[in-house]
């Protein structure tokens, strides 16, 4: 997954390259009809379209209702056994933590991965142990803005070895992202970004 991921990001132009490759050898005497059509009206409209633009905001807005992370809460004061049968229930492998009464403001991170780590493999009881006391604190915390680059999103996940990443807007928490969203904004992007090549290629512009 990891090597999947640094390969979107070390070669995320191979793909409109490819295209721009095949305009030059398609047909060498109208290379330069073609590339001052490109340059006059595709630079334009590329522009409009804006080439790995996508932002956090456009992922949040793409998950409609669930982007508002109603049921992503819980507290400092929850079990980590509620809390992961939360993370079951709705199929998510992180929670945002908040402290009692502050649903807002972010306390910390918790992830099954803590759960694995600080639970399962110290032995310790996820009934007895509250969340508090296993999360990442909010001080740890890396988190993206509604208009961070998805690219720079990724470049922070896949460097730190995260898998979620929070929202936050003025302090406050609006969203969490996984980096199952944010790998599908790219390709979603990489292949919009073909598909407008491929119309001017045809014409299409």
Excluded at 29 to 54: C, D, K, Q, W
Excluded at 150 to 158: G, R, W
Aim: glycine letters at 8%.
């Amino acid at each position: 997954m990891q090597g999947g991921i640094r390969a979107i990001l070390s070669h995320g132009n191979v793909l409109k390259n490819a295209v721009l490759q095949r305009v030059r050898v398609v047909n060498p005497v109208m290379r330069p009809l073609l590339f001052s059509r490109y340059e006059s009206v595709s630079s334009a409209r590329m522009e409009e379209h804006g080439f790995e633009s996508t932002t956090i905001s456009d992922i949040l807005k793409g998950k409609g209702k669930s982007a508002d992370g109603s049921w992503l809460w819980c507290t400092t004061d929850d079990s980590v056994y509620d809390a992961v049968k939360s993370m079951t229930q709705h199929n998510v492998g992180a929670l945002v933590v908040v402290k009692p009464g502050e649903q807002k403001s972010i306390a910390g991170i918790i992830t099954e991965r803590d759960y694995l780590r600080k639970i399962i493999v110290q032995g310790r009881s996820s009934k007895s142990t509250k969340v508090g006391d296993i999360m990442t604190e909010e001080n740890k915390l890396i988190t993206v803005t509604p208009d961070t680059k998805v690219l720079k999103a990724m470049e922070l996940m896949t460097d730190n070895r995260i898998r979620h990443i929070p929202v936050v807007d003025d302090r406050e928490m609006i969203g969490m992202v996984s980096i199952g969203d944010v790998v599908r904004a790219v390709v979603t992007e990489h292949r919009e970004e073909l598909d407008r090549l491929n119309a001017y290629i045809q014409g299409g512009y």
